[in-house]
C-alpha cells in the first residue's frame, strides 16, 4: 500500500507530456510481456507437433486490454503475468496424424497484443495477434468452419474424435475469451471516441492531454477560455495525487464530473434524466449526484438591445413563484425553515446563496462550497445554447472576445444580480479551498461576461489569482493586451500614454511587477538597478521605448516596472508597507544597497505628496484599488527578499528625484499622466469609485439587488393604520437609512437598538456619528429641557397668580 501511495504521488506531480510518456513506455512494457508468453506457447506448439503430445498442465493465461494493464501498471501492481486459468486433464494417447490434419489449428493461448498505430509486426505472434482481432467480425464463418471440421472428425471415429472434440472445447474457450476480449476492446474504442470529441471542442484541433502550462499563454487572446482549468477536480488531483491514467481520464473528460464507463452506461432511469451533464462544464455532478435539469431557475435569453451578440437574464413564472415563497421563509429568520424549504426547492439560486451566507457566517465553507456548487450547476443548466466562452464574436480584431457577454441592468431587482452573486461566492469559495487556477478561470469567465463594466470587482480579484496559481505569463499578457484586444482603449488616440492595465489601475501596476520579479527571483540581481534609466522607467507613460523589451535583463526590467508602479501610484505604498509588517521606522534590511529608513524614504518625493498628487477624474477609484489591493496582497510582499527589492527600487526613484533635472522629467510625465485618458475608465468611473475596501465584503450591486429582492418592502405601518409614520424613501419603497456603517461600535449598538433605525450599509447616504455629536447632541438636549422646565415654571406661577385672582373674585 505504501509502495502504492509514493506511486500514485509521484504520477500526479508530472505534466501530462510526461504522463503520454510514461503510457507508451508502460504499454511497451506490455508489448514485451505479451511476446515473451507468446513465445513459450509457440514453444510448447511445436514441441506437440513434433512429439505427437502436449502437457496440457501449463496455465492459460487471461487477456487484458492494454488500457486495463496500464491501470493495473500505474497503480502500482508489480504482476506482469496475468492470472493463470484452471489447468485441463492430461492427454496420454497419442493423436492421429490423419486426423490432426483435419482439426483445426491450434491458436496461440498468450494475450492479444495490442499495436501501436503505424508499427508494423515483426514476429509470427504479432501476426496471429492481427488475426485475433478480427476473430469477432469473421465469428460466422469460423463457426461454420469449425462444425463442419467436427462432423468430419466424427465420422472418422476412434481417438481421432476424441482429440477433435478437445480441440473444438479448446477453441470455443478461445473465441469466449477473445469474445470478452473484443468487448473490453470496444469500451476501449468508446474511450478513445469521447477523448477525441473532447480535443475537438478545442480551437485550432488542441489537444487537451498536452501540456498545459500556462507559461506559454498566447499574447493576443488574453481571455481565450479552456475547458479542462474550470474542473476543480482536475486541479487537485495535481495537487494531492492520482494514477497515470486517472490524470489522462481527468484531462480527457475534465475532471469534474463521472468516468467514461458512466459515459457509456445503457440509458436507463438515472441516465435518462442526467444526459444533460455530457454538456456541462462548469460543474458536472459526479456518479453520486443524479441531479436533474432544474425548471424553475432564472433563465438566459438573447438580448435585443445592442446590435453584437450579447445574452440578458430574466426571471420565469417558475422562479418568481418560488422567489415568493422564499420571501416567506426568510421572514420567519429560522435556518430550518430555510433547509426544509430547499429540500423541496432544491435548485432555488436566491435560496440556496442565502442559506451559503449563513454558513459562511457560521465558519462552515465545506458547506458554502457544495451550495454554492449546486447554485452554479442550476444557472449552467439554463444557459442559452449559443452561450459559449470557447467560441470568440465580434466584427473587428479589435472588438473580439468570448461569446458570453451579459447586458448589465443597473435595475436592484434584476435577476442577473442573483447569476453574478452565484459566481462572485463560487469564486471565492474555490480559492478558500485552494483551487485558486479553476477560481481564476472563473473570475476570466466574469470579465469577459461583464467588460467594460465590472460591478462585481473581478480585475482587483485578478491579479490576486493569478500570483497565487502562479500564472505570470497570463498576468503579464493580460495586463498589456487585454484593452486594445478587446476594445478597451481610451477614444482619444493622440495621447503618448499606452492602453495597458498596468497604467490604469494600482493593483496591477504592483501585481505585474511583483510576478516579473518572481519569475527571475533566483536570478534578481539588485546591482541591475544601475541600468534602469529614466527612459525605462517612462515606457508607456510617454511613448514605446524599443529597448526595454531588447536591452534591459529580466531582473532590471522587473526593477523598471516596480519604480514606475511607485512613480503614478505612490499612494499605494504605505498600506502595502502595513500590510506586510514592515517597521517603518525600523532599520533597512542588511543587503539593501540603502541605508536609509522606510520612514526617510517616504518623507522624500515622489512619497512625500502621495496624498495630493493623484488622477484627475478617477483618483477615488484608485485609492479604493489600493486599499483593497494592501489588504488582499500584502502577505505576499512579506518574504525578506521581496522586502529587500521593494526598499532597493523605493531607495532608487528618491534618488532619482534628488536630482533637478531628472526630478523635472518625472513630474512632467507624472502631470501628463494624471492629465490624460486611462483604459477601462467606465468601470473606474462607475464601479470602482464606490467599491468597498473590506476583504470579503459583497459588491454594493449585489447588497442592494439581495435587499431588493429578498427583502421587498412591506408598509407595516398602513397595515397598522400608521398613515405617514412609516417612513418610506422614494426608491421602491425601501425604509430610508437612518445610520451609518461608519459609526463608532458601541453608538452603532444602541442605535440599533431602535426598531425605527434602519443602517446604510454602503456609507455613503447617512452621515457617520460621532462622539463629539453626541457630546452636542446631549448639551442640547439639557439646554432644551432647562428651557422646557423654565418654560413650565412661569406658566406655574402665571396660572397660579390668575388662579389666586379668579379664587378672590369668587369669594366676593
Not at 503520454?20 to 504499454?27: A, C, I, N, Q, S
Not at 508499427?119 to 467480425?137: E, F, I, L, P, R
Not at 472588438?399 to 441592468?409: D, G, L, W
Not at 435587499?707 to 425601501?734: C, E, I, K, T
Amino acid at each position: 500500500d505504501n509502495n502504492n501511495n509514493n506511486n500514485n504521488t509521484s504520477t500526479s506531480t508530472m505534466s501530462a507530456k510526461q504522463l503520454r510518456k510514461l503510457r507508451e513506455l508502460e504499454v511497451r512494457k506490455v508489448q514485451e510481456s505479451i511476446k515473451a508468453l507468446g513465445a513459450s506457447v509457440d514453444e510448447e506448439d511445436d514441441d506437440d507437433d513434433d512429439e505427437g503430445s502436449e502437457d496440457d498442465d501449463a496455465p492459460v493465461p487471461v487477456r487484458k486490454s492494454v488500457f486495463a494493464k496500464l491501470n493495473s501498471s500505474s497503480g502500482g501492481s508489480s504482476s506482469s503475468s496475468s492470472a493463470p486459468s484452471t489447468p485441463r486433464k492430461e492427454q496420454s494417447q497419442e493423436v492421429d496424424p490423419t486426423a490432426q490434419q483435419g482439426a483445426p489449428q491450434k491458436r496461440p493461448r498468450g494475450p492479444r497484443k495490442k499495436a501501436k498505430k503505424g508499427a508494423a509486426a515483426t514476429d509470427d505472434v504479432a501476426a496471429n495477434a492481427g488475426q485475433q482481432q478480427q476473430t469477432k467480425s469473421k465469428g460466422g464463418k469460423d463457426k461454420d468452419k469449425s462444425n463442419s471440421k467436427k462432423a468430419a472428425s466424427k465420422r472418422k471415429g476412434g481417438t481421432a474424435g476424441e482429440a477433435n472434440d478437445d480441440n473444438n472445447k479448446a477453441n470455443d474457450n478461445d473465441e469466449e475469451a477473445e469474445e470478452e476480449e473484443d468487448e473490453i476492446d470496444e469500451d476501449d474504442l468508446l474511450l478513445e471516441q469521447s477523448m477525441q470529441e473532447v480535443r475537438n471542442e478545442f480551437e485550432g484541433g488542441e489537444d487537451p492531454l498536452a501540456d498545459t502550462n500556462d507559461q506559454k499563454t498566447t499574447s493576443n487572446r488574453p481571455l481565450a477560455l479552456r475547458r479542462a482549468h474550470f474542473s476543480y477536480e482536475h486541479e487537485r488531483r495535481q495537487a494531492i495525487g492520482g494514477g497515470a491514467a486517472a490524470a489522462v481520464l481527468a484531462a480527457a473528460t475534465g475532471g469534474n464530473g463521472p468516468t467514461m464507463r458512466r459515459m457509456i452506461q445503457a440509458r436507463g432511469g438515472v441516465q435518462g434524466r442526467t444526459a444533460h451533464h455530457r454538456r456541462l462544464y462548469l460543474v458536472t455532478p459526479t456518479s453520486e449526484e443524479p441531479w436533474p435539469k432544474p425548471h424553475d431557475c432564472i433563465s438566459m435569453g438573447l438580448s435585443t438591445r445592442s446590435e453584437e451578440v450579447s445574452f440578458d437574464i430574466r426571471d420565469t413564472p417558475e422562479s418568481v413563484k418560488s422567489l415568493e415563497q422564499l420571501q416567506d421563509c426568510i421572514l420567519a429568520q429560522d435556518p430550518n425553515q430555510l433547509q426544509n424549504f430547499l429540500q423541496k426547492q432544491p435548485f432555488c439560486v436566491d435560496g440556496l446563496l442565502t442559506l451559503a451566507d449563513y454558513h459562511r457566517g457560521q465558519g462552515s465553507h465545506e458547506q458554502v462550497f457544495q451550495l454554492c456548487r449546486r447554485a452554479v450547476y442550476a444557472l449552467e443548466c439554463n444557459f442559452h445554447s449559443s452561450f459559449s466562452p470557447f467560441v470568440e464574436t465580434g466584427g473587428r480584431n479589435n472588438s473580439r472576445r468570448p461569446r458570453v457577454k451579459i447586458q448589465i441592468n443597473d435595475d436592484d431587482a434584476w435577476p442577473g444580480w442573483s447569476w453574478f452573486r452565484a459566481f462572485w461566492m463560487y469564486i471565492h469559495a474555490l480559492a478558500g479551498q485552494g483551487m485558486q487556477r479553476t477560481a481564476l478561470e472563473c473570475c476570466r469567465l466574469l470579465l469577459a461576461c461583464s467588460l467594460p463594466r465590472d460591478p462585481i470587482y473581478m480585475l482587483p480579484l485578478f491579479d490576486y489569482l493569478c500570483l497565487r496559481s502562479r500564472q505570470y505569463a497570463l498576468l503579464l499578457s493580460t495586463a498589456k493586451h487585454l484593452p486594445g484586444e478587446y476594445g478597451l482603449a481610451p477614444e482619444v488616440e493622440s495621447t503618448a500614454i499606452q492602453p495597458w492595465l498596468d497604467l490604469a489601475v494600482p493593483n496591477v501596476a504592483y501585481s505585474v511587477a511583483l510576478a516579473t520579479y518572481l519569475t527571475v527571483a533566483n536570478e534578481l540581481d539588485l546591482t541591475t538597478l544601475n541600468e534602469v534609466s529614466i527612459d525605462h522607467i517612462l515606457h508607456g507613460l510617454t511613448g514605446l521605448n524599443s529597448s526595454f523589451d531588447d536591452e534591459l535583463s529580466p531582473s532590471a526590467r522587473a526593477h523598471a516596472l516596480l519604480i514606475r508602479a511607485m512613480l503614478i501610484f505612490p499612494l499605494a505604498l504605505r498600506p502595502l508597507l502595513d500590510e506586510a509588517n514592515v517597521a517603518i521606522y525600523g532599520a533597512p534590511p542588511r543587503k539593501s544597497p540603502s541605508k536609509t529608513t522606510w520612514g526617510d524614504l517616504l518623507a522624500q518625493p515622489p512619497f512625500a505628496d502621495a496624498v495630493s498628487f493623484r488622477h484627475e477624474e478617477h483618483g477615488v477609484a484608485h485609492g479604493r484599488l489600493a486599499m483593497l489591493y494592501a489588504k488582499r496582497c500584502g502577505p505576499l510582499w512579506r518574504a525578506d527578499n521581496v522586502h529587500l527589492w521593494l526598499h532597493a527600487c523605493a531607495s532608487r526613484i528618491t534618488s532619482l528625484f534628488a536630482s533637478s533635472a531628472f526630478a523635472s522629467e518625472l513630474g512632467a510625465a507624472r502631470k501628463q499622466w494624471s492629465e490624460g485618458p486611462l483604459c477601462i475608465a467606465e468601470a473606474l468611473s462607475k464601479d470602482y469609485a464606490s467599491m468597498p475596501v473590506e476583504e470579503g465584503q459583497l459588491p454594493n450591486a449585489i447588497e442592494k439587488s439581495v435587499q431588493a429582492r429578498l427583502h421587498p418592502p412591506r408598509n407595516f405601518g398602513s397595515m397598522m393604520g400608521l398613515g405617514r409614520l412609516a417612513r418610506m424613501d422614494p426608491y421602491g419603497g425601501a425604509p430610508a437609512p437612518t445610520a451609518s456603517i461608519h459609526t463608532p461600535a458601541i453608538l452603532l449598538f444602541f442605535q440599533l437598538l431602535m426598531p425605527w433605525v434602519e443602517l446604510d450599509r454602503t456609507g455613503t447616504v447617512v452621515q457617520a456619528l460621532r462622539w463629539k455629536d453626541v457630546g452636542k447632541g446631549m448639551k442640547q438636549a439639557i439646554s432644551g429641557t432647562l428651557r422646557f422646565l423654565s418654560c413650565l415654571a412661569q406658566d406655574a406661577v402665571t396660572l397660579t397668580r390668575e388662579g389666586w385672582d379668579w379664587l378672590l373674585a369668587a369669594m366676593e
